[in-house]
Structures are given as C-alpha cells and as structure tokens.
Antibody, heavy 120, light 112 residues
Framework: EVQLVQSGAEVKKPGESLKISCKGSGYIFSNYWIGWVRQMPGKGLEWMGIIYPGDSDTRYSPSFQGQVTISADKSISTAYLQWSSLKASDTAMYFC?????????????WGQGTLVTVSS | QSVLTQPPSVSGAPGQRVTISCTGSSSNIGAGYGVHWYQHLPGTAPKLLIYGSNNRPSGVPDRFSGSKSGTSASLAITGLQAEDEADYYCQSYDNSLSASNVFGGGTKLTVL
C-alpha cells in the first residue's frame, strides 16, 4: 500500500528555521516526483515545488522560489521542505503528494498534512 | 489570483446534479495538458477524483465525471449526497514563463 506520512505539527517563532518531512512507503520512492502544496488558513491549494528523489532534480513555483528549499534523501525514502527564517505568513497546512508517472502527471497519493504555526 | 478559475461556490439538493467549471487559457488547459480534480475535506488529505480530464481512479464512484473542451474543463457530480459536501480543486500544468503545476482557486460544494 502506497503511503506518504508527514511529520507532526510545528509551532515556531518568526525568524526560526524549520524542516518538515514526508516519508514514502509501499513503492520505489526514487522513481516518483514528490510535490509540496500549501494551504493557508481559509484559502485554496497552492503548488510550491517538486523534486525527483532519484537525482534530486527540483523545480519551484515562481511564487516560492527563494522562499523555501525542497530536498530529498532517497536512502530513507523521505522528502523535505525547509525554511531558513520563518514568517508569520508561513502559517499554513503543508501537504506532500506523489506525482504519477503516466502522461497525465496528476498527484495520486497525498500525505496527511503538516500544520505549521508561526507566531511570536 | 489563480491561473485556473473556478466558481467560489455551488450548491444542490440531494439527488441532483451539479457541475463545477475550471477555466484556463492557451498555456495550460488549451495547450492539451490534462486536467485533474481533487476533493478536499477540512483536516484531511486531498483525494484524487478525476485525472487526465475524464479518467476515474479505482474506488471513485461513477457519480463523478469530468470533461474538457478548449480552454475549460468541468467536473459533474450526479446523485448528490450529503457526503459530497467538500471543497473541489482543478489542477493542470502551465507552460508559460511561470511553468509549473497550477491549481484552481477551489469551489465549495454545499449539499442543501
């Protein structure tokens, strides 16, 4: 069974750093792109970026380029999303999702989400 | 402002049929990229409903169907049930300068 399990909720202060994770199981992790999606409170889904764990090829949405870093460790089937200096506006739910390998490139499996709260 | 435009809300009574539109442009839906639909209940992971504009993953009831024409796509839900009340998002790929996956702004479906 394919599963993406994300790390738990985080409460941080502005200016702090953070790295959240997404661990895949039930499939060959290296062979599928993993994307990250943000949902701010009361808002819709926003695509942040995507990584191919096999070679760490990474693409970012222009809205998030330079704001976050996406990485992966294929040896432990885990993708990461990190911030070097959090802002209150980073408060959101973050989802990871696996992209299909067929021509359609949809997100077929999703993590349960990680709630990040940034408050002084 | 989302690249893909959806109505903020739709509603329908149990048993009725509703449709949710997703309007894009020549750099995404109109360029031939597939349109995918997700159902999202608060506090849960989004669930894939339709991929490649009109394909249903196994386990998704055939009450859900998708279509695409030109620069727009639609999700139709027939035999509306209370459990269908959720947020629905379309998603595609955009090949403009900001080449990336893109989501619609989301549509809240209310079952009356």
């Amino acid at each position: 069974e394919v599963q993406l399990v994300q790390s738990g909720a985080e409460v941080k202060k502005p200016g702090e750093s953070l790295k959240i994770s997404c661990k895949g199981s039930g499939y060959i992790f290296s062979n599928y792109w993993i994307g990250w999606v943000r949902q701010m409170p009361g808002k819709g889904l926003e695509w942040m970026g995507i990584i191919y764990p096999g070679d760490s090829d990474t693409r970012y949405s222009p809205s998030f380029q330079g704001q976050v870093t996406i990485s992966a460790d294929k040896s432990i089937s885990t993708a990461y999303l990190q911030w070097s200096s959090l802002k209150a506006s980073d408060t959101a739910m973050y989802f990871c999702a696996r992209q299909s390998t067929d021509n359609w490139k949809h997100f077929d499996y999703w993590g349960q989400g990680t709630l990040v709260t940034v408050s002084s | 402002q989302s690249v893909l435009t959806q109505p903020p809300s739709v509603s329908g009574a149990p048993g009725q049929r509703v449709t949710i539109s997703c309007t894009g442009s020549s750099s995404n839906i109109g360029a031939g990229y597939g349109v995918h639909w997700y159902q999202h209940l608060p506090g849960t992971a989004p669930k894939l409903l339709i991929y490649g504009s009109n394909n249903r993953p196994s386990g998704v009831p055939d009450r859900f169907s998708g279509s695409k024409s030109g620069t727009s796509a639609s999700l139709a839900i027939t035999g509306l049930q209370a459990e269908d009340e959720a947020d629905y998002y379309c998603q595609s790929y955009d090949n403009s300068l900001s080449a990336s996956n893109v989501f619609g702004g989301g549509t809240k479906l209310t079952v009356l």
